[in-house]
Structure formats: C-alpha cells, structure tokens
C-alpha cells in the first residue's frame, strides 16, 4: 500500500513569506492531487499533476516522478491563505491521502 | 459558478438506522465519489460511480454502504446499519473526465454523528 507522507505537518509564517510544503509517497503513481481543506472543512482542488509543474496564481505544484515527491509552493503568502494542505495520489491500489499539512500565515 | 451540493449539511442517529446521504453534482460531470473523514483524521477514499456503476471501492466500502444515481441528478450514498464509528463527515465529489484526468469539485459535506 501506498504511502504518503507529508513534511511539515504544521507551518506558522509570517505574511508574504515563500511557503513549501512537501509530498513524497513509496510507490508509483498516475497522479497526484493537491486539495486545501479551509477551516470550516470545505475542500477545494488546487492541481492534479501527473508531471512536471503547474501555476496558479500564487501557487505553484511541482512533481518528481522518479523520487516521488511532490511540493506545493505559496508565493506571497496571505492569512487567507491558512488551512491543511492535502496531497494525494493515485496509485495502483486506489487513492491514499496524506494527513495534511496545517499552514497558519500570521499577518 | 456551478458547485456540487450535499443535504443534509448535519445528521444525527441512532445506531443501526439507515441513513442516506445526498449529493447533487455538477450538471455536466460524469464521475462521482465518496469521501470520508473522521474528525481529526486524514480524508479516506469510499468509492468511485461511472455509468451507473461502481468503478472503483476501498476497504472501507463494505456490504452495509451502497451508491446509487437515483436519477439524471442526485446521487446517493446509503449506511443500512450505522455504526459509532461511521460518524465522520462525509464529502461527495465529480469531476468531468476520471480521476488521473481531471480535477475533482467537492462539495460542502454532511456531518453524520452516529450515537
């Protein structure tokens, strides 16, 4: 079974600090999702990645295939920005989560 | 902007009651799914729906969960008999193409408490 681990599991920064918050799993996957879970609990899909990188806006999502690890960056980050950060992958047996990062931006 | 939408958004019962959880996607997505997440834990894969069938189910999905696309619009996750420790909050979510393809839309999720 995949796993996924997750690195920091919580984060305090200031305002306008450079976030990355990491993923690496222990077998292959197909894809790689990153969702934000506000604190309310809502869940909102940020990237699906299956290679290389993508942007939106202040966020950034990188993948490695070969050292399976994953990153998510936060340019400029923002108090809205605060909530766990959730990487998941697909994989051979299904979809595993990670059990999030916890980012708290202070302003 | 179309959103995905789940009734009710809080449920109470009593252990070993039926309860069904609702969801209506967003209109145009093909692929469904059920996600839980028992407080303080990590979110946790229930099963995938694709042409009115299963696509895909975890260990968690057992003979006392089942789906079903009732019509052209909800789509359903049914516990016969609920247990302690089905509480969680429950998360439905579809996207247009399957999941290696395209991002999903989750929608707000129902908060089941099972006493």
């Known amino acids: 079974k995949n796993e996924v681990e997750q690195s920091p599991q919580n984060l305090t920064a200031q305002e306008g600090e450079f976030i990355t918050i990491n993923c690496s799993y222990s077998v292959g996957i197909s894809a790689l999702h990153w969702l934000q879970q506000h604190p309310g609990g809502g869940i909102v899909s940020l990237f699906m990645l299956s290679s290389g990188k993508k942007k939106h806006g202040r966020l950034i999502a990188t993948i490695n295939i070969q050292e399976k690890h994953s990153s998510l960056h936060i340019t400029a980050s923002h108090p809205r920005d605060s909530a766990v950060y959730i990487c998941?992958?697909?994989?051979?047996?299904?979809?595993?989560f990670g059990k999030g990062t916890h980012l708290i931006i202070q302003p | 902007e179309p959103e995905v939408t789940q009734t009710p958004s809080h449920q109470v019962t009593q252990m070993g009651q039926e309860v069904i959880l609702r969801c209506v996607p967003i209109s145009n997505h093909l692929y469904f799914y059920w996600y839980r997440q028992i407080l303080g834990q990590k979110v946790e894969f229930l099963v995938s729906f694709y042409n009115n069938e299963i696509s895909e189910k975890s260990e968690i999905f057992d003979d006392q969960f089942s789906v079903e696309r009732p019509d052209g619009s909800n789509f359903t996750l049914k516990i016969r008999s609920t247990k302690l420790e089905d509480s969680a909050m429950y998360f439905c979510?579809?996207?247009?193409?399957?999941?290696?393809?395209?991002?999903?839309?989750f929608g707000p999720g129902t908060r089941l408490l099972v006493l």
């Open positions: 998941a992958v697909r994989g051979a047996d299904g979809l595993t």
């Open positions: 979510a579809s996207s247009e193409a399957g999941y290696t393809e395209e991002t999903q839309y």
